[in-house]
């Protein structure tokens, strides 16, 4: 139940973020429009996948295993390479979000360089 509820939530409310983005043309949103529409399809594609695989972990004294529910019944090459998908997409994540910090870092250096120019 809850795994339906947050994949379809996610896709849904992504969805509708990357129409208002692609429909809408703010001039002062800019380039920023494609780092927010980057973060949603990624959030979608990891919504899926996770949804589709069902991931699990389980720590031991030697490591971790790490496997997925839904994939049991393939063979571990296979296995493995969807846990991959899954795991760039997670990471993805959070190369995005520092794109994101350095958009900002500079867009708010470029506001204080030419604020400070004008004096």
């Known amino acids: 139940g809850y795994a339906y509820f947050s994949t379809g ?10 129409y ?8 002062h949103v800019g380039p920023y429009r494609w780092l927010l529409l980057s973060f949603a399809v990624i959030d979608i594609l990891i919504s899926l996948v996770h949804f589709a695989l069902m991931p699990a972990v389980h720590i031991t004294e030697f ?6 529910y839904r994939m049991l019944d393939l063979s571990t ?3 493995m ?3 991959m998908i899954w795991v ?4 993805q994540m959070f ?5 994101h910090y350095v958009y900002r870092f500079v867009m ?7 604020s400070s120019n004008r004096c």
């Open 9 to 18: 939530f996610a896709c849904l409310s992504n969805a509708i973020l990357i």
């Open 81 to 83: 390479g969807c846990l």
């Open 95 to 99: 190369v995005l979000t520092a794109f």
């Open 108 to 114: 708010l250096c470029k506001q204080v360089f030419y």
């Open 20 to 27: 208002v983005i692609l429909v809408t043309h703010l001039s």
């Open 63 to 68: 490591g971790y295993i790490f496997w997925a």
């Open 77 to 79: 090459e296979q296995n």
């Open 88 to 91: 760039f997409l997670f990471y």
